[in-house]
């Protein structure tokens, strides 16, 4: 490289002083000898013009020397942000920020400095500070984000990082021993690490440092499977660990410093510019990239929400496979997709091709009760568009058009005040290949818009979801059609089974009453004899027909057995159940039932009831007296007692008082 125009003139001016001097010497030395003088001049000249060489030539030669030093030391620090802006989409990813490695990095070289690390030790700690997780590139993502405690396979998986972090640092000449320390912050110091098991002294003094101080900032910022701890948790845990998992020495180090240690970190994490131990360096040693701007945090945010978005999607996959029980799956659901798309209420709806609607199906948020009876036509509202065009639909207040899509989906409710206003919402078709499935519908305040990326994540969320829930709708039909009397369309024993012990299990709860009706229809073998069984069939339709026009959405009737009927009322006893008797008998009195081509015929009913809790706390008890009731009933109408044997026709069950 050419010298300086100074340099050039400092070289010439010295030439001209030396010549100038050197002459007249000369000749007042060698006056009256010609000869000599000649050859002392020629010597001179050459002496001159050597010097004059090998001073340039050794200006050179340091001005090349401190430009190769600052080229070392810009390729090191280039490498070095390569690296680094790597580490920090890993981090990203690991759902870390930048602000937590410059942390840990102030951290560490503090202590460093305290324990007296050589220069090339410090640096190799701050890098190491930096990139230790680099090697997390090879960790699958589900394990990066895991919100549960790892597997035995997958902390396998996991413990790789060190080393794959270490392979790939080995590759980037750096002038100092970063590998080592990244390969090793994952020892402990009672030698129960990895990846090599390297035990006290074994560890380098670097690794232990970060290991300390990567841990401390660990335990206070939040993880996807923990809440971060206190500040005094975290320092418990840290003297719980010191001689087990880390350095007894640094940890008594850090913790007698802490406050000094966060209060430098808080101080060079919030400054721009390059950091401390770096400022005032000679111009020709500074990095030539020190200053360089940090990755900014909208870089950052959009990693860690590209990745939050496939891990949670990854959690939808596998969550709609657990269950066929599609209210159990929409828990899991629900909680996932808060974390990719913003809303304060969510709707699943399912289509009912008879009415041509959309039923609210499942409802998370506010004014859930309210809005599980909500129905939408086709073609009205956010999620009636969405159905019909089977397209996305985006509405909010920004138009006149969508804000009456949006209230459409909450007409007569907000109308009556009954729910809270969400004027933003978005809701996307459910579609098995070309049928349409139901929509899902998303709510928000006024100042939460919906964009065009919420509603790519939806559409890709509700592809799973209606796998499932076609799969879910197929699971409750079959199990509609084992526990439902193909006959009168009432549930059957089976399921009478299991929603009597819910039934007792509520009104224990909250000590309210609970009855219980058995029902049979009088002389229907004559009837089947004397009409035949299709006949029959249209009698036990009808009497099931009016049954149910008695009882009240949360009663139950169930086909019990032949014409047998069990009825189930929540919350009514004594008198109460005295008087649903009554208005069943009196419906099915007053009802003629075909039999035949122009001939109907009425039928009557005998009944027994038992209440919960007076007379039995068991689904056997409360069954026994009301069947025991319900047969001193029917022989009375016969104008004969009741044969004891045929009371109780439960085995096992005839020391059971009846009234």
Same mark, same amino acid.
């Given at each position: ?248 020495? &640094? ?6 410093? /802490?406050? !000094? *240690? #966060?209060?430098?970190?808080? =101080?060079? %994490? $919030? ?91 499942? &409802? ?6 309210? /809005?599980? !009876? *909500? #129905?939408?036509?086709?073609? =009205?509202? %956010? $999620? ?102 193909? *006959? ?172």
């Amino acid at each position: 490289m050419n010298l300086s125009r100074t340099h050039k003139a400092r070289i010439y001016i010295f030439g001209l002083v030396l010549a100038g001097l050197g002459t007249p010497l000369l000749s007042w030395l060698h006056r009256g000898h010609p000869d000599r003088l000649r050859l002392s001049l020629e010597a001179a000249g050459a002496m001159t013009a050597s010097l004059l060489c090998f001073i340039y030539a050794r200006r050179r030669y340091r001005e090349q020397v401190r430009q190769a030093r600052r080229h070392s030391n810009e390729m090191a620090e280039l490498y070095l942000s390569v690296i680094e802006a790597l580490a920090l989409a890993i981090e990203a990813k690991d759902r870390s920020t930048q602000r937590r490695l410059r942390r840990v990095q102030a951290f560490a070289a503090e202590i460093g400095r305290m324990m007296g690390l050589g220069k090339t030790e410090l640096e190799a700690l701050r890098a190491g500070a930096l990139l230790h997780d680099i090697g997390k590139v090879a960790v699958p993502e589900y394990i990066l984000c895991k919100p549960g405690r790892l597997t035995p396979e997958e902390f396998e998986k996991m413990a790789i990082h060190p080393r794959v972090g270490a392979e790939i640092l080995e590759r980037v000449r750096f002038p100092y021993p970063v590998a080592r320390v990244v390969r090793s912050h994952h020892e402990r110091f009672d030698g129960t690490g990895y990846p090599d098991g390297l035990r006290a002294d074994q560890i380098p003094l670097p690794a232990r440092i970060l290991a300390v101080v990567d841990s401390f900032d660990a335990l206070t910022s939040e993880r996807p499977y923990r809440r971060p701890l206190s500040r005094d948790e975290a320092v418990a845990q840290m003297r719980e660990g010191a001689g087990t998992a880390f350095d007894p020495e &640094v940890v008594r180090l850090f913790l007698s410093h /802490l406050d !000094r *240690l #966060e209060h430098l970190a808080d =101080e060079q %994490t $919030s400054q721009a510019g390059p950091p401390a131990d770096r400022q005032g360096a000679p111009p020709a040693m500074e990095p030539v990239a020190s200053d360089r701007a940090p990755l900014s945090p909208s870089t950052v945010q959009t990693i860690a929400s590209v990745h939050l978005e496939s891990t949670g999607l990854y959690e939808i996959a596998r969550g709609m496979t657990r269950s066929l029980d599609l209210d159990e799956s929409m828990g899991p659901l629900a909680e996932t997709l808060a974390r990719l798309v913003h809303h304060r209420r969510l709707i699943l709806f399912l289509v009912d091709r008879e009415r041509r609607t959309l039923r609210a199906r499942h &409802v998370t948020g506010p004014d859930a009760a309210a /809005l599980s !009876r *909500l #129905e939408v036509r086709f073609g =009205e509202g %956010t $999620s009636g568009r969405a159905a019909q065009q089977r397209q996305p639909v985006i509405a909010g207040p920004a138009s006149d058009e969508s804000a009456e899509i949006v209230r459409h989906d909450f007409d007569l409710l907000l109308a009556s005040g009954t729910v809270e206003p969400t004027p933003n919402a978005l809701a996307v078709p459910l579609l098995d290949g070309e049928q349409i499935m139901g929509a899902l519908a998303l709510y928000d305040a006024e100042d939460r818009p919906y964009a065009l990326t919420d509603a790519r994540t939806l559409t890709v969320v509700a592809r799973h979801l209606a796998e499932a829930v076609r799969n879910a709708v197929l699971y409750e039909r079959t199990q509609k059609s084992a526990m439902t009397d193909p *006959l009168t369309r009432l549930p059957n024993a089976r399921f009478l089974f299991g929603s009597f012990d819910r039934e007792m299990a509520r009104a224990e709860k909250l000590g309210a009453p609970l009855g219980i009706i058995e029902l049979d229809v009088n002389h229907f073998k004559l009837i089947n004899d004397r009409f035949g069984h299709p006949a029959g069939d249209r009698v036990l339709r009808g009497v099931a027909r009016a049954i149910r026009s008695q009882l009240r959405p949360n009663d139950t009737c169930v086909r019990y057995a032949g014409d047998e009927f069990i009825i189930t009322v929540p919350g009514v006893g004594g008198t109460g159940i005295e008087a649903v008797q009554a208005r069943i008998e009196v419906a099915i009195g007053r009802h003629k039932f075909a039999v035949a081509r122009g001939q109907s015929i009425r039928v009557t009913v005998s009944m027994g009831a038992a209440c919960y809790p007076e007379d039995g706390r068991t689904y056997e008890s409360l069954i026994s007296v009301a069947d025991a009731r319900m047969y001193t009933e029917k022989f009375s109408r016969r104008g004969a007692g009741a044969d004891p044997g045929l009371l109780l026709r439960f085995p096992g069950r005839t020391d059971i008082s009846v009234n």
